[in-house]
């Protein structure tokens, strides 16, 4: 049996405008009922989410609650002072358990230039803390420029749609610290194992895309691509594992 852990993954809600949410035991019944061991888990949709301090508070607990939750919290600038500085928000994600966090520069008002995220580059750099680049917050020519300014700092690529290929090898080929998630809507004709023969199986992580996507296709794409038992075992949850070890609290 695979060990399978989701690194797109999220709780809260589905989209801005819906009411009806997605509270965090709905999340672990969807992993039990798929069996998947773990999901690294964010607070969503961030369209609606603007108190990010209390926001990783909720995630934290939901957390602490479900053992099969790993929090990705949301980081920040803090040029303005009004969230702590970027060595302690990096220090106490790490200390709460995080296994990566995310960015969200348009929903959270900020340019991804270096000018203004480089003391938070930085920081997360020398923790090692992996970041989750959402292709719709975080496009892939922002990726590159992160993966320039911070080369040991863990980029995870995730929403990125199959006819971005012919810029998504090349990024892939290019910076050795950028990763694959392939969730949704990552979705392509034998996608798995072109991107295991083009980069290597060793910078796939699988995901699904829950609560917005459903599971069974992430999985169904996976475990029915032609990859060695090996490389099977690397993206189902030993990449993941490898990223989380390196974490420097």
């Known amino acids: 049996m695979i060990e399978l852990i989701d690194v ?25 009922r798929h069996q998947i061991s773990h999901a690294l888990t964010r607070i ?11 926001s990783n508070e909720s995630l934290y607990q939901a ?6 939750l790993i929090p990705c919290p949301v980081v920040l600038p803090a040029q ?22 995310v960015i969200r520069p348009g929903p959270d008002n900020w340019l991804p230039e270096h000018w203004v995220i480089g003391p938070l580059l930085d920081a997360l750099q020398e923790a090692r803390l992996p970041v989750v680049c959402l292709n719709r917050l975080v ?25 971005l290929n012919r810029t998504l090898v090349p990024l892939l080929q290019s910076f050795p610290n950028t990763y694959l998630s392939i969730g949704s809507n990552f979705t392509a004709h034998c996608g798995v194992e072109f991107y295991a023969s083009m980069v290597g199986a060793d910078r796939l992580l699988f995901g699904t895309g829950l609560p917005a996507a459903e599971a069974g296709a992430a999985i169904g794409q996976f475990l029915y691509a032609d990859l060695t038992g090996e490389e099977r075992e690397w993206i189902g949850a030993g990449n993941f594992r490898r990223l989380q070890e390196d974490i420097r609290s």
């Open 8 to 32: 797109q993954a999220g709780f809260g809600g589905l989209a801005t405008g819906v009411r009806e949410g997605i509270p965090a035991d709905e999340l672990v019944a969807e992993l039990e």
């Open 139 to 163: 496009p892939l020519p922002v990726v590159a420029q992160l993966a320039e300014w911070a080369p040991e700092l863990p980029l995870i690529v995730a929403e990125v749609p199959y006819r």
């Open 80 to 101: 303005c002072g009004d969230v702590p500085p970027e060595e302690e928000q990096t220090a106490g994600a790490a200390a709460s358990g995080a296994a990566a966090v």
């Open 44 to 54: 969503t949709p961030d369209g609606i989410d603007f108190d990010v301090e209390r």
């Open 63 to 68: 957390c602490a609650e479900f053992h099969e």
